[in-house]
Structures are given as C-alpha cells and as structure tokens.
C-alpha cells in the first residue's frame, strides 16, 4: 500500500448518500475566515498561504474573505492588516486588548468564539503550527463544530460544504471529510502545504475593529518568557529555497555531514527522512515528511531516500526534485524531475566540491 501514490477516499465533489439539509440557523452563516497567526510582530507565513486558499474558496462560494487579527497593539495590528489585504483579505477583524499580546489558549479562545457567534463565518482555517493547533482545538469544541486537521486539499463542492481532505491510514489513503450539520466549517493546514501567493501592495480592504471584553485577573495562564522556537535554526527548513535531506542509503550518522555541507555550499538547510532521526542520526526537527516538516523548495536534493509515500507527502510541492539512489527502481524515480542512479556518499561531496568551486 505505501509504495502507491495516495488515493482519494472520496472525490470532493460528490458525497453520494450524505446529502443532508444544513439546518435552518445555519444558514446565516457567511463567508471565509483566516486566523492570522501574529507573533512578536510578525504573521506567521502559514497565515499568508492561507489568505490564497482561502481566497480561491471565497471566490468561488461568492463571499468575502476575512482575515483575524487578534494582538496587544492596536498599531501593530493596523499595519499587519494591511499586509493581509495585500494577500487577499476583503476585511480584518482586529481585535487588539493588552490581554491579547501574547498567545494564551483562554483569552483567544474566548475572543475567537465571542467573533464567530456574532459575524457567524461559514469556513475557518488556521495553521497547523503549535498555536493553530491548540486554538482550532478549543475553538471547535466550544463551539462544537466540526475540525479536520492537517488539511492537504481544500475545495468546495457542489452542494457549497467545505470539501477538507487529509491523509489518513498512514498516508496510504487520503479522506475528505465535511462538516455537514455544524457551522464554520473549520480546518488546520502544515506550513508550506499551500503555495504563497504573491502579494498586491496595490490591494486595500476594510477594517472591522472589535472591543473585546477581558479581565486579566480572569486569565489562569500567565506568560512567563517567550522562547523563541520560530527563528531557531532548524525552523527556517520548511521555508528554505534549497533543501537537502538524507536517508538510511548514506549509510552511517557521520555521512549526515555530507548533506549538511552540500546544503550550506547551496545556501540552503537539510534535514533526512524518519530512519534517520529513529537511528538518533538527526534531530526530530529535522525530519521531512508526514509526520515531520512539509517543505516547498526552489530544490530539493533527496540523497539514499527511497521516496516512501510518508516522504513524498512532505515534499512534493517542491519545485525541482533531483534524487540520489543505487537502486534504478526507487519509488522516489517516479515523482523525482532529475534522478541520478549512483552512490550518495561519492556523489554528495563531489557536488559540494563542483558547487563550491563554482559559487566561490
Ligand atoms: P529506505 O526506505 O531504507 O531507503 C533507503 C534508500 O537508499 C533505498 O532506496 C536504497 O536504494 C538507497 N541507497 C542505499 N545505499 C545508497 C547509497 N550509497 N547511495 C544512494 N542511495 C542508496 N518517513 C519519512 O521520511 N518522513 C515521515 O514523516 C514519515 N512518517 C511516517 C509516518 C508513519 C505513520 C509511518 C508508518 C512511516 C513514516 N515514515 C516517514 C517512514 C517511511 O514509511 C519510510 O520507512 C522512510 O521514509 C524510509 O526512509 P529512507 O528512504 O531513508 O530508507
């Protein structure tokens, strides 16, 4: 089953036997909403990606697409808005309150609900990143809607219902679920699952602020210290340009530097396939695939990688993929754009050398 490529449980458009009335207080509910994930200043690239899909499904549902902007600026917040018209939002609820400046599950989840029962959103989509994660979690189960995660595919069918597919059974099927009694409709989507759209400086839209009513005293979390763990090293591979991954085929953890050297003469960063971090070859952020980092490259350089299905679903958005393989009949051959039949651990320090000398 792993080594064929994931085959749709249901096709988007059609839910033969399903067909069921959306209830009467439901029908009120409009339009398309994006959590925009703001942090220290900075909306989280997920958030953006986002803004593009979600934009394709407000078009074609003949709605408007809104962006959700929650923070202790209301400055702050006013320019980040901008930035999400620039990226496709009609409007920007934003929401700013001092108990807001830092992620806390309570108030945001108060907040977001609190938002969604007054302008009563058809679909929410949020980022499949630690923050998204716990808020779509809690903001679903307070509201009791439906939630599918880690979203692969988004799209519309013909009856207006929010088509969510994601891989299920190991990645060797992909479902796609509806949430057909429930209003919004939510899903969560990995950083770099959706491509980035490019942005229309040009672009302008409408601005919604809301007062929120919050006591800090009523707030149980206190935030201590913020850790950054977005700008960590590691945490820039699912947005790099180049990226080089490594498999069991480099045979020992020593040769994990042979990837590592090639990705910094490239000026990119690496990572490996699960083995490698089982083995304690490589560190888990480290890993690509279903269960590690999505990655959407310029180029991907995959070397002693077999291409399993669980690895495939992690990279395949990348725009160039060339592989390294002994063996001609590697799974990876059939979704890789340049495949090269040799041995890793010959040919990776021989491009590092070729590149090195090239680039200096
Ligand atoms: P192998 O499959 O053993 O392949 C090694 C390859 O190296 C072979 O193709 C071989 O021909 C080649 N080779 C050998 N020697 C050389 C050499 N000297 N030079 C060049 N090539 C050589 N895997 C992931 O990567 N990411 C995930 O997120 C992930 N999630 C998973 C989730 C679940 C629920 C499950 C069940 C599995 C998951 N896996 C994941 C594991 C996945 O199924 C594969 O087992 C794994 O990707 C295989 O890793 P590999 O290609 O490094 O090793």
């Not at 449980?9 to 059609?14: E, F």
């Not at 029962?117 to 307070?142: C, H, N, Q, W, Y």
């Amino acid at each position: 089953m792993n080594s064929s490529a994931p085959r749709p449980a249901a096709a988007a458009g059609s839910r033969a036997g399903m067909k069921k009335e959306l209830p009467e207080h439901f029908r009120s509910y409009k339009h398309v909403w994006v959590f925009i994930e703001f942090e220290q200043g900075e909306i989280h690239p997920v958030s953006l990606e986002l803004l593009g899909e979600g934009r394709k499904l407000a078009d074609q549902l003949q709605v408007e697409l809104a962006g959700v902007l929650l923070g202790g600026c209301g400055a702050a917040l006013t320019g980040a808005a901008g930035i999400c018209h620039s990226y496709g939002a009609d409007v920007v609820y934003v929401v700013a309150h001092p108990v807001l400046a830092d992620y806390r599950n309570e108030p945001y989840t108060r907040v977001m609900t609190d938002l969604v029962r007054k302008f009563e959103p058809e679909i929410m989509l949020l980022g499949a990143t630690v923050l998204g994660r716990d808020l779509a979690g809690s903001v679903a189960t307070t509201l009791q809607t439906g939630l599918t995660a880690d979203c692969t595919e988004l799209a519309i069918d013909d009856e207006r219902s929010l088509a969510a597919t994601r891989p299920t059974f190991g990645g060797s099927l992909l479902c796609t679920i509806h949430t057909l009694n429930f209003r919004p409709q939510m899903a969560t989507v990995r950083p770099r699952v959706m491509p980035l759209p490019v942005p229309d400086t040009s672009r302008t839209g409408r601005i919604v602020e809301y007062q929120a009513e919050l006591e800090e005293s009523d707030i149980v979390t206190k935030v201590i210290d913020f850790l950054a763990d977005r700008n960590s090293e590691s945490a820039q591979l699912a947005f790099a340009d180049v990226a080089v991954a490594g498999g069991l085929g480099l045979r020992s953890a020593e040769n994990v530097s042979l990837v590592r050297d090639l990705a910094q003469v490239l000026g990119g960063d690496w990572g490996g396939s699960r083995p490698l971090v089982q083995k304690g070859w490589i560190p888990s952020d480290r890993q690509i695939g279903q269960t590690g980092k999505t990655i959407r490259p310029r180029l991907y350089i995959a070397a002693g990688i077999s291409g399993a299905i669980q690895h495939r679903v992690g990279v395949e958005g990348s725009d160039l993929i060339v592989a390294i393989n002994t063996d001609p009949n590697a799974p990876i051959f059939e979704f890789a754009h340049l495949g090269v039949v040799g041995d890793a651990t010959v040919l990776l320090p021989a491009l590092t050398e070729a590149f090195r000398s090239r680039l200096a």
